[in-house]
């Protein structure tokens, strides 16, 4: 039987600060343990959203490899789970069931599932508004964890910019929703876009042949979620202002608008649905007003609750504190986590600048840019985008970011350096 999920928050930051300071840091570990999966008698739901565009038939197999990918989603779907398969063109319609609702997960129903999904057929433009409003209508009001799975292989181009906002809006806090894009022909700013706003992952397959084991992959994580709604609780004293609250690690996801008042002096962030054995890192900088010398204040307590109000059941806690001296060997160390942090979201920046220059024509700009990334990367210890980077530059010297450009760059290898620098590294904690 599975044991009920467990959470552990741990507070890391310096909290000495020179007279006259007022910004406090800090990184905020949460870690969860136990849960083996959704327990027995949790409502679940999981939406499969296939792209059947006609680009999905031109080339490479995109079809054929979205139906065997969607296939394997299916086989990972819980029996018991309740779930469904759309199919998304300039509209969005429903693959099974046939009917607009989702239906229990039985051998029986998973296999015809996977049946109607083989009878697809590629045709029509990308309207990606009307996908994520159907699986909004799918999911309705129900309690419980909602989960979704997004691919496409182009841009939203028919629909107005306006619509497809619309719908990230309106879906936003009814389900969590993966965006994946197969191939090189896809939107990056448009995925992560509604990723973010979902509080979901947005990754590159640029290879169709490696859809299936992602989709598989997905679904068996989400299926392994067993609590849903969790929010981070965020108090802080009188007068003090939050200036920012970002998911640091796995990768970033900055949560600072996404803030809802709950009672005098406290906010909550959300932080969408956790698994056992997860672990999430939440940068936190709060400014408050100057103390004292001698000064000790509490600037902030963090708590992890599930539900809303009163009534929220809060599953762990960490305190934010801050302490005024005039030592300077104590005010001026670095809280070795908020440094890294700070170092893996400007990481991302550069990153994204950097190609944003090279595809403009602005080499110098390019190299300058990926150059630090190069840099950061390496005295980071993070050797997956360090990897990616040798993709669009030749380092010469990573220690002092001295690189050069690559005359020839795959679009693959751009937008998967692209897409996955907001992936981050863990750091190392004391």
């Known amino acids: 039987m599975n044991q009920p999920l467990g959470f552990q928050i741990e507070t890391f930051q310096n909290e000495y600060?020179?007279?006259?300071?007022?910004?406090?840091?800090?990184?905020?570990?949460?870690?969860?343990?136990?849960?083996?999966?959704?327990?027995?008698?949790?409502?679940?739901?999981?939406?499969?959203?296939?792209?059947?565009?006609?680009?999905?038939?031109?080339?490479?197999?995109?079809?054929?490899?979205?139906?065997?990918?969607?296939?394997?989603?299916?086989?990972?779907?819980?029996?018991?789970?309740?779930?469904?398969?759309?199919?998304?063109?300039?509209?969005?319609?429903?693959?099974?069931?046939?009917?607009?609702?989702?239906?229990?997960?039985?051998?029986?129903?998973?296999?015809?599932?996977?049946?109607?999904?083989?009878?697809?057929?590629?045709?029509?433009?990308?309207?990606?508004?009307?996908?994520?409003?159907?699986?909004?209508?799918?999911?309705?009001?129900?309690?419980?964890?909602?989960?979704?799975?997004?691919?496409?292989?182009?841009?939203?181009?028919?629909?107005?910019?306006?619509?497809?906002?619309?719908?990230?809006?309106?879906?936003?806090?009814?389900?969590?929703?993966?965006?994946?894009?197969?191939?090189?022909?896809?939107?990056?700013a448009e995925l992560r876009k509604v990723s973010s706003a979902l509080l979901g992952t947005c990754d590159i397959v640029a290879d169709p042949k490696d859809l299936a084991a992602d989709f598989q992959a997905m679904t068996t994580a989400a299926m392994g979620k067993s609590v849903a709604d969790v929010a981070l609780r965020l108090w802080t004293p009188r007068g003090a202002a939050v200036k920012f609250v970002k998911q640091v690690a796995p990768e970033l996801l900055d949560l600072t608008g996404r803030r809802t008042e709950n009672g005098a002096q406290t906010g909550e962030y959300p932080t969408g649905s956790w698994g056992g054995a997860e672990s999430r890192d939440y940068h936190i900088c709060i400014e408050v007003a100057p103390g004292g010398l001698g000064d000790v204040m509490l600037a902030g307590r963090v708590s992890l609750v599930r539900g809303s109000g009163d009534q929220a059941e809060v599953l762990g806690q960490g305190l934010v504190k801050a302490v005024w001296t005039d030592d300077v060997v104590q005010s001026s160390k670095i809280s070795p986590e908020v440094a890294h942090y700070t170092g893996q979201a400007e990481l991302a920046d550069v990153i994204q600048a950097g190609l944003a220059a090279r595809r403009d024509g602005d080499f110098d700009t390019a190299t300058t840019k990926l150059g630090r990334a190069v840099q950061i990367a390496a005295a980071s210890g993070n050797e997956d985008t360090a990897k990616l980077l040798e993709g669009v530059v030749d380092v010469l010297d990573a220690r002092t970011g001295t690189v050069r450009l690559k005359s020839a760059v795959t679009k693959a290898d751009e937008m998967t350096l692209d897409t996955r620098s907001t992936k981050t590294s863990r750091v190392h904690k004391r």
């Open 17 to 188: 600060l020179p007279a006259g300071a007022t910004r406090v840091n800090a990184v905020v570990t949460v870690t969860a343990t136990g849960g083996g999966g959704m327990p027995a008698g949790n409502r679940a739901a999981e939406v499969i959203i296939v792209d059947c565009s006609g680009s999905m038939d031109h080339s490479y197999g995109k079809l054929a490899a979205a139906k065997n990918a969607t296939a394997a989603a299916i086989s990972a779907v819980r029996d018991g789970v309740d779930f469904a398969v759309v199919a998304g063109t300039d509209v969005a319609r429903m693959v099974y069931p046939v009917t607009p609702s989702l239906i229990t997960a039985t051998p029986a129903n998973k296999a015809n599932a996977v049946a109607a999904v083989q009878q697809l057929r590629a045709g029509g433009g990308t309207a990606i508004g009307t996908w994520l409003r159907l699986a909004r209508q799918l999911f309705g009001n129900r309690d419980g964890l909602r989960h979704a799975i997004l691919l496409t292989d182009g841009r939203d181009e028919h629909e107005t910019p306006q619509q497809l906002d619309a719908e990230i809006t309106a879906s936003t806090g009814v389900y969590v929703c993966d965006c994946r894009g197969v191939g090189t022909d896809w939107e990056i």
